[in-house]
């Protein structure tokens, strides 16, 4: 089983940057790919990004690409999103996920971490 922790959220103001982590443990860790999801009010679950932590290969939502940055420190088991120009509309809880390969679908994602807070202001 994976056990995934969420920090780095907040409350930051729009064109401001926060940077989220993600550290993993539990056995079977490095099968897994890690990304982040991210749920509004009223809106369903979306995926954001992606990394694959053995290649280094990353995927990235259109609405977040040239913004964010997702990377990966192997060594210490914790994946990053490096998130620049905020904008109000990505006010959400981001979440931080496993699955065997990078997805869109969180259905299919096989474990969650709790998630963090990210508010932007106007």
């Known amino acids: 089983e994976v056990q995934l922790v969420e920090s780095g959220g907040g409350l930051v103001q729009a064109g401001g940057s926060l940077r989220l982590s993600c550290a993993a443990s539990?056995?079977?860790?490095?099968?897994?790919?890690i990304g982040w999801f991210r749920q509004a009010p009223g809106k369903e679950r979306e995926g954001v990004s992606c990394?694959?932590?053995?290649?280094?290969?990353?995927n990235y939502a259109d609405s977040v690409k040239g913004r964010f940055t997702i990377s990966s420190d192997n060594a210490n088991n914790t994946v990053y999103l490096q998130m620049n120009s905020l904008k109000p509309e990505d006010t959400a809880v981001y979440y931080c996920?496993?699955?065997?390969?990078?997805?869109?679908?969180?259905?299919?994602?096989?474990?969650w971490g709790k998630g963090t807070l990210v508010n932007v202001s106007a």
């Open positions: 539990g056995s079977g860790f490095a099968d897994y790919e």
């Open positions: 996920a496993a699955q065997v390969l990078c997805t869109w679908y969180p259905s299919i994602v096989d474990y």
């Open positions: 990394i694959s932590p053995s290649d280094g290969s990353t």
